[in-house]
């Protein structure tokens, strides 16, 4: 296994952490070098978070992930560098706060994109949408953004169980629900209805189950890889709460949920 170099970069945010190959850890002549294979992909990092890095302070060999008494990031996106990359075998690590959401990742920067749990919110409709009469087992509620061509969904970073994460992240989605797959095409979120009202408990919203995995690539200008979804089971929202749960189904030219299961009639009659 080769052996590897830590440095230090302090930011304004936080601290980073880069882990990279070093023929001679601990000496200045192999930090030089592991440094010197590293500095497009410092560039590349330098102009996806729209500022300067600091110069980065070797750790000391032993001395756990710091040697200068600080600690690296315990909550942070870390990026594995490609296997074929010259940087293999290293990482590097992110605080969550000197990262912005919507910024597009460099192209060329040699890592691997974790993967992150996900929320999928397909719709969200008025409260004098729907009347509590209407949400009956069998009820099929028409979702308007299944009747065009690209159905615009907003992902919704979750937590992982490891990371505090960046929670509450947005990212725009474009589904084909009979082709089976989504697109994330980055730019703007567009969604069908107001995501932050369903959620403050002013209109509906309809989600998608199922948490998805997703290329963290996703929250930062998009995937260029379409993620395979087809359509399975969804709950109605009011706010936070679950109302009724069913399934996905085309309806002529679009697509609805059917309702299987209502959860919270006493709860919907009070908005209705």
């Given amino acids: 296994m080769t052996p590897t170099q830590g440095f230090d970069l302090p930011l304004?945010?936080?601290?980073a952490w880069l882990e990279l190959p070093c023929a001679a850890p601990g000496q200045g002549v192999g930090q030089a070098g592991a440094l010197g294979a590293a500095l497009p992909a410092l560039a590349a990092v330098e102009h996806w978070l729209?500022?300067?890095l600091p110069c980065p302070e070797p750790a000391l060999p032993g001395v756990?992930?710091?040697?200068?008494?600080?600690t690296a990031p315990s909550s942070g996106l870390t990026?594995?560098?490609?296997?074929?990359?010259p940087l293999a075998g290293g990482h590097l690590s992110l605080p969550w706060p000197a990262l912005k959401p919507g910024r597009?990742?460099?192209q060329h920067l040699p890592v691997q994109w974790p993967l992150w749990p996900a929320r999928l919110?397909?719709?969200t409709l008025p409260a004098e949408r729907i009347a509590s009469s209407g949400l009956v087992p069998g009820a099929v509620l028409l979702l308007p953004g299944g009747f065009q061509r690209h159905w615009p969904v907003q992902l919704q970073a979750g937590v992982s169980s490891a990371e505090t994460g960046p929670t509450g992240w947005q990212a725009a989605g474009a589904w084909q629900p009979h082709e089976g797959r989504m697109t994330l095409p980055g730019g703007?979120?567009?969604?069908?209805g107001d995501v932050a009202g369903a959620q403050a408990g002013s209109a509906w919203s309809v989600w998608l189950s199922a948490t998805l995995s997703v290329d963290m690539r996703a929250w930062f200008g998009g995937c260029a890889t379409a993620l395979p979804l087809s359509p399975g089971q969804a709950d109605l929202h009011l706010g936070h709460q679950v109302v009724a749960r069913g399934r996905l189904l085309p309806c002529g030219a679009g697509w609805g949920l059917r309702l299987e299961h209502v959860d919270s009639l006493e709860l919907a009659a009070a908005w209705t």
């Fill in 50 to 52: 729209g500022t300067d």
């Fill in 121 to 123: 919110c397909l719709q």
């Fill in 64 to 70: 756990g992930r710091s040697g200068s008494g600080r």
């Fill in 104 to 106: 597009a990742a460099p």
């Fill in 188 to 192: 703007p979120v567009r969604s069908s």
């Fill in 79 to 85: 990026l594995p560098f490609e296997a074929t990359s």
């Fill in 12 to 15: 304004a945010s936080g601290l």
